[in-house]
Structures are given as C-alpha cells and as structure tokens.
C-alpha cells in the first residue's frame, strides 16, 4: 500500500501516531505532482519549498502535542482563492504573475487548520465554464479515467489532483455546479454548502466554496474547517425522497444519467426511505436559460472590471470577452430583472421541499465530455452546450441549498454521478445520507490507471 491509497482522515491519524511525518507525506505527493501531472493539468502554481517548509513546521508542532484539525495534511486550493505570497492567476493569463499579499478568508482557515499547501489547482478563466481550459498553463485539466476528456470545471484541477493522487483533498467552488460536476466527472465526493455556511454570502453571488475528496468523511474533515464549524451527521428517521432524471430542457436524459438514479433510488428504498418519483419542479425555458447566461455575463464583467487592467484585456479568453461585452451592454434595470426571473424559477424548487427532505438527480447529462467539446459552435453557443450537459445542477446554486455529488459507477472506464440536494441549512442531515449511501456500497473503491504508475 502507497500512502495516497489512505483517505485524507487515515492519513491524519498516521500523522498524529507518528506512523509517518508530514514531510514524508508532502514529498510522496510532490514526487507523484511532478512524475503525472504535465499529462493531467492538475495544477496551475506548485509550491515545493513552501510546502517542505510547512511540513517540516508541522512535524515540530506535532512532536509537542499540539493539535489542530489539517495539521500536517497536504492540501490544494483552487486558484481563484488567493493564498498570501503564493501566484494566485485566477485561471487568466492576464493575472500570470500576480501574487497576492493576504489569504481569503476560507483560505486562511484552511491554512491556520495546519494544512500543507502544495499549490493552486487548475481553474477556469474566473471560474466562468464547467470545463477547465486557459492559456496559463500548458494543458486543460482532464479527467484521470480518460486523459482526453475535461474533469469538468471551473474545480477542474481540484478533482483531478484528488482522483489522481496528487493531494488527498482539494478545495473548490460551486456557482452553477463548478464543484458537482468535475467530481461526476473523476469519481470523487463533491460538496456545495447551503448558501452562507462557508465565507460571507454575497446579495446576488450563487457561488459558494466547498471540499472535493474521495470519502464523506474526508469532505466533511474539510467543510468543518471551510465553515469553521463541525459536522456531527446522523440520520434519525426515513427521508422523504424526490427523484426525477428531467433535463428541464428539451433534450431527454442520457441513458447512464437515468441509470444513476434508478440504481441509486433502489438502494435508498432498500435503507428505508420514502422515494418518490416526481415532475422536476421548474423546466429551464427561453427566458430562463437567458436569464442564466446574462447572470454569469455579469459576473465575469465585474470580475474582470476589478481584478484585469484595461490594457490587459486582449490577453483574456475569447469566451470571456464575449461575456465581459454581454455583461458591459447590460444596465442596471436589467441586471435586475435578470435576478427576478432566475428567483421567481428558484422559488419553484424551494416550494416543492414542502413536500420532501432530499431531492435524487443526476449531475450530468452524460460522461465527461472531449476537449474542446464545448468550443466545437463558437462562443455564442458556449452557454447553451454547458447547460445541455450540466443542466441538474445550477439550480441549487439560486435556492441557495446544500447539494452533493457522490459517486455512481464507472461504465466502460468512464465515471458517473448522482445528486442529492437537501433542505437549506439542512448539510448535516444530507452528508449524513451520502455517508449512509457510501456504507452501503453506493460506489467501489475504484482509481483510474495513473493511481498506479
């Protein structure tokens, strides 16, 4: 056994044991950084000498007592999070050398937690696709079962340092499913928090920070720190459970997308629950899927108002200049009347959890998807050929509840994903169900071939 085939909470009482030291931790999995990952996209900045510097400071602390919750426990934060001292390029090549002085808030936590940063994993220009492809590095993030298929995005690189080895957790963030899919698509536990419990929630943000790891467990470890909370889960009576496989769009369902749920649904019968099949609660018509697209538009046009020097402009991705113009042309009123189509299509889902705890979907309407997939039509057609594709997620993100991705099955070598979505506030009662799920075999014990070079 090498020690990336231990979860993240095994590889912690290791530390604590003195079975291993952070040292030799960190330099087993910088070692397999720098033998995999030219071929993965992982990684965006690696930080060897920080990182040795670190473990060697946490062995010292272990080896006087004390105790802190990551103590010692490589870790790799998703580049649109700046790390202080550390290249933080927000997937854009216009930000290349830009280094920030200070840690954002979850990032600090993580780091005061006594994590071992070993670097910034490969993210989407601002975060603004669900496929992880940009100039700064020398290829897009893909997924470790398939090295000519993306691992989704914008936590592209997060998922695939974990399902390849490379750091046993990763942090990530999730604005319309940008934590949910890329783990779909490697085979890992993805979790998007209720709106609020990580960081400060933003009046119209839909984007909230979360752990990408191989177990529940392991995501839970992380989202305590994240949230600067603990997650004691448990699961005191049957669950009323809604299930559709619905696109809300007019394409069907995937065969394999509706195979993750029906075998998921059985399973949960099989434990108890109340499963229920049901209408999805809102479809994604016209005004809904323009409403969406100008939403993201006006993201990234305040994102790159902010952070991108007008004379550097030219340099960002062909995408996000097309959405930095939709964004620029919109007005005020507008922007408005965006954000009340897109609430009065989130009240539609918040309703129907009158009537049940846990909503059972998908998390793509398909397998990972080949590189360059979703440029094949040009940028106007961008948006549209993500949503045909990660149509069951962004809906979470503006009722604002936890949703996590967990593992289905690998068919034919490629990963799938099922999703459930909980009550708001309700994360402990839905990791508790996914721990449940994972108890009884839900998902194998399975690594893509890199797992062993």
Same mark, same amino acid.
């Given at each position: ?27 087993? /999995? ?50 649109? /999070? ?7 390029? *927000? ?21 005061? !937690? ?35 298929? /993306? ?6 690189? !997060? ?20 934590? =949910?899919?890329?783990?779909?698509? +490697? ?12 960081g400060s929630p933003a009046l119209v943000s839909t984007t909230v920070e979360g752990p990408i790891a191989r177990t529940v467990a392991d995501a839970a470890l992380l989202l305590g720190v994240m949230a600067d909370s603990h997650f004691a889960y448990g699961i005191r009576k049957p ?23 029906? =075998? ?8 108890? &629950? ?9 479809? +994604? ?10 939403? *993201? ?17 030219? =340099? ?28 009065? /299509?989130?009240?539609? *889902? ?40 990660? +149509? ?5 993100? *503006? ?9 289905? &099955? ?8 099922v999703q459930l979505v909980g009550r708001p506030r309700q994360d402990a009662e839905l990791l508790a169900l996914a721990a449940q799920l994972e108890d009884a075999a839900l998902w194998q014990d399975i690594h893509p071939p890199c797992w062993r070079p």
């Amino acid at each position: 056994m090498s020690l990336h085939d231990l979860t993240a909470t095994a590889q912690l009482n290791a530390l604590r044991g003195g079975e291993v030291s952070s040292r030799e931790l960190t330099e087993h /999995y910088l070692g397999r950084i720098d033998r995999l990952d030219a071929g993965l996209g992982a990684f965006i900045t690696v930080t060897p000498e920080l990182a040795l510097e670190e473990a060697i400071r946490a062995d010292k602390r272990i080896a006087e007592g004390e105790w802190a919750p990551l103590l010692g426990l490589p870790i790799g934060i998703k580049d649109l /999070y700046p790390a202080a001292g550390v290249r933080t390029t *927000f997937g854009s090549a216009a930000l290349a050398g830009f280094v920030p002085p200070e840690d954002s808030w979850t990032t600090g936590l993580v780091r005061r !937690a006594g994590a071992v940063l070993v670097g910034k994993t490969n993210t989407a220009e601002f975060g603004a696709t669900c496929y992880t492809h940009n100039e700064v590095t020398a290829r897009p993030a893909v997924t470790p079962y398939d090295l000519g298929r /993306y691992s989704s995005g914008s936590s592209g690189g !997060a998922a695939t340092a974990v399902a390849a080895g490379l750091v046993p957790l990763a942090t990530a963030g999730d604005g319309a499913g940008s934590t =949910r899919t890329p783990a779909a698509a +490697c085979h890992l536990v993805g979790v998007k928090p209720s709106r609020g419990l990580v960081g400060s929630p933003a009046l119209v943000s839909t984007t909230v920070e979360g752990p990408i790891a191989r177990t529940v467990a392991d995501a839970a470890l992380l989202l305590g720190v994240m949230a600067d909370s603990h997650f004691a889960y448990g699961i005191r009576k049957p669950l009323r459970i809604a299930v559709w496989t619905e696109t809300g769009l007019e394409g069907p369902a995937h065969p394999q997308a509706i195979h993750t749920v029906e =075998r998921t649904a059985d399973l949960l019968r099989e434990l108890g &629950h109340d499963v229920r099949e049901v209408e999805i609660p809102a479809v +994604c018509d016209e005004p809904v899927r323009l409403a969406l697209r100008k939403h *993201f538009a006006s993201s990234v046009h305040a994102a790159v108002s902010t952070l991108v020097p007008s004379d550097d402009r030219a =340099r960002l991705l062909p995408y996000t200049r097309y959405l930095d113009a939709e964004g620029a042309a919109m007005p005020g009123s507008e922007v408005l009347a965006v954000q009340e189509i897109l609430e009065h /299509y989130a009240s539609k *889902f918040l309703a129907a959890f009158e009537d049940f705890d846990v909503a059972l979907t998908p998390v793509t309407n398909g397998p990972p998807v080949p590189v360059g997939h979703f440029l094949a039509e040009g940028v106007e057609a961008v948006a549209d050929s993500m949503l045909a594709w990660s +149509c069951y997620t962004p809906w979470a993100n *503006f009722t604002g509840q936890p949703a996590i991705a967990l593992p289905s &099955h690998v068919d034919e070598g490629l990963p799938y994903g099922v999703q459930l979505v909980g009550r708001p506030r309700q994360d402990a009662e839905l990791l508790a169900l996914a721990a449940q799920l994972e108890d009884a075999a839900l998902w194998q014990d399975i690594h893509p071939p890199c797992w062993r070079p």
